[in-house]
């Protein structure tokens, strides 16, 4: 294996096609420099310089390794550096799960811009996916941070609240609800409501479940989709009602109108997943960035 600091006295003795300055530059005496660059020499089978008592060139094999050397160096200070931000938590990846109701939010999007801005060397990725498997994947590091609605039934996650965010109801731009100025729970119970599937393990659905029982209101079920998109554009289609977060409103759907709620604890929870036993100085960073972007809100 080519010693890096024969590279380096290799590429310094080229630069200054001089022996006495290239070691001056290198803090060495010359008859060293000499020894260690006739080793490096012999390691690689040919000459790198032709000497004489006046000039010294280098050589056709010397001219073709020149660029090699110096890249070998280049990245061996490239992985210095990286290696610096990344023990500081500067550079990295940094994989993020999010259900799809909280992705229209201002906070996830602030969120997001602000950390990029911040740490623009650290590769964030996004995983879109249910609020039931967002703990499971955070457990098993398959997830750094997971943002859900849903309360994680694992010690191995930890959930810490974001705050909450008002509800609101989705309804077809034809129904009588529309022209309401606010809409209740009682009016909603006439209509079919669209949830996410009952396999899905939606905290959103937890939360309307609850919010129905709490007032003593029956829920009707009605048909379901997979994400939000999907809820508001059966809403349009005329198959029934939805309790969305406010972000949703950014869904400016054609046949769709939001209503505000008549319950003040029509709300759903938003919560921040991590692992227990894990720590991650870019997720650490993460948080600070979510927690002043929830304060800013």
Do not use: W
């Amino acid at each position: 294996m080519l010693d890096l600091r024969k590279l380096r006295y290799f590429l310094t003795v080229a630069e200054e096609l001089h022996f006495g300055r290239a070691a001056l530059r290198l803090h060495l005496a010359q008859p060293p420099l000499t020894r260690q660059i006739s080793a490096l020499e012999a390691e690689l089978g040919f000459k790198l310089f032709d000497r004489t008592s006046r000039t010294v060139t280098l050589t056709a094999q010397g001219r073709s390794f020149l660029p090699y050397a110096r890249g070998v160096l280049e990245q061996v200070a490239l992985a210095q550096v990286i290696a610096g931000k990344l023990a500081a938590g500067t550079a990295g990846q940094l994989s993020l799960g999010y259900v799809s109701s909280i992705a229209l939010s201002d906070l996830f999007s602030q969120a997001i811009q602000t950390f990029a801005q911040g740490f623009p060397e650290v590769q964030l990725t996004l995983v879109e996916c249910a609020s039931g498997s967002l703990g499971a994947r955070v457990a098993d590091g398959r997830l750094d941070i997971g943002l859900s609605r849903l309360l994680p039934q694992n010690q191995e996650v930890h959930a810490q609240s974001l705050g909450e965010e008002r509800l609101v109801a989705a309804v077809s731009s034809d129904s009588p609800l529309a022209g309401q100025p606010d809409v209740s729970l009682a009016q909603l119970s006439a209509y079919p409501l669209i949830l996410f599937p009952s396999d899905y393990g939606s905290g959103l659905n937890q939360s309307i479940e609850q919010l129905y029982r709490h007032h003593g209101v029956p829920l009707r079920a009605g048909p379901t989709g997979r994400q939000i998109t999907s809820i508001i554009a059966l809403v349009a289609a005329g198959q029934g009602v939805a309790l969305v977060p406010e972000c949703t409103q950014s869904l400016m759907n054609k046949g769709v109108t939001y209503k505000p709620m008549a319950e003040v604890d029509a709300c759903a929870q938003l919560l921040v997943l991590t692992p227990t036993a894990r720590k991650s100085v870019l997720a650490d960073a993460f948080l600070a960035v979510l927690a002043q972007s929830s304060h800013t809100r």
